[in-house]
């Protein structure tokens, strides 16, 4: 049997509107996309899951919701379904949230609105990629914000963006506008980790984060913290 999960482990939340909080992570395998900063594992099946720094082989979800729960601490504020794709895996969430208990944070690219309408009702809390360098997946990418935004407490879910040098400020006008159709949403721009932040960058970002600022209240720059912390 494939391994669905490539990694279970605690630490901090380091990017969006979370940063900070201590969260038990639920690194799924495999992902749809295949974005060229991505800097997860994503293209196969994991051969075992790596379960706070040790190779364990889980064989079935209730092997996986124990190790959930061994790490389970006063400060855990959510689990962190992230990839990967967790929306890939419908049915393991299911069984993650009846047996553990534990709020649910999905970490999504956004692009499969009918698994987030199979499982929307099961999240608290949502960080809903929007894909810029995916144009064909951008309607399906509305259309889960949409669906999950119906579903989840006002200032639960947030749209991330991250800016590579490809994004330009006309992109994000046009996405600001289509989120404002969908409602207020927190929007996030995570600079790309590891490009260089030299001046044009830094005020494309401001530029970008003046235009979002048309449409939208709140709009933040936040790279991925965790990376310079040293946190995984
Ligand atoms: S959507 Fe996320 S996990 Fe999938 S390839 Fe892109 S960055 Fe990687």
């Known amino acids: 049997m494939s391994v669905k999960v490539r990694e279970i482990f605690s630490s901090i939340q380091g990017e969006g509107i979370y940063v900070g909080r201590r969260?038990?992570?639920?690194?799924?395998?495999?992902c749809n996309?295949?974005?060229?900063?991505?800097?997860?594992?994503?293209?196969?099946?994991?051969?075992?899951?790596?379960?706070?720094?040790?190779?364990?082989?889980?064989?079935?979800?209730?092997?996986?919701?124990?190790?959930?729960?061994?790490?389970?601490?006063?400060?855990?504020?959510?689990?962190?379904?992230?990839?990967?794709?967790?929306?890939?895996?419908t049915s393991l969430i299911k069984q993650i949230h009846k047996k553990t208990g534990i709020p649910?944070?999905?970490?999504?690219?956004?692009t499969l609105p009918e698994k987030a309408d199979e499982i929307k009702n099961l999240i608290t809390y949502a960080a809903c990629g929007l894909k810029l360098n995916y144009p064909k997946f951008y309607n399906d990418s509305l259309k889960t914000i949409e669906i999950l935004n119906h579903c989840l407490k006002s200032g639960n879910l947030f749209v991330k963006v991250v800016i590579t040098k490809n994004v330009d400020v006309g992109q994000i006008e046009e996405l600001t506008g289509d989120l404002k159709n969908i409602g207020d949403l927190p929007l996030v721009l995570q600079p790309q980790t590891g490009i260089k932040w030299d001046n044009t960058y830094k005020n494309t970002l401001l530029t970008m984060s003046e235009t979002a600022g048309n449409f939208l209240k709140e709009v933040r720059i936040i790279p991925q913290t965790h990376k310079f912390l040293g946190f995984e």
Do not use: W
């Open 23 to 30: 969260q038990i992570f639920v690194r799924f395998a495999k």
């Open 33 to 89: 996309l295949d974005c060229d900063y991505c800097d997860t594992a994503h293209k196969r099946d994991a051969k075992f899951c790596m379960v706070a720094g040790k190779k364990k082989f889980l064989k079935t979800a209730d092997d996986i919701v124990n190790e959930i729960k061994n790490l389970d601490t006063k400060d855990v504020f959510s689990i962190s379904l992230t990839g990967g794709e967790p929306l890939i895996y």
């Open 104 to 110: 649910l944070y999905l970490e999504t690219n956004s």
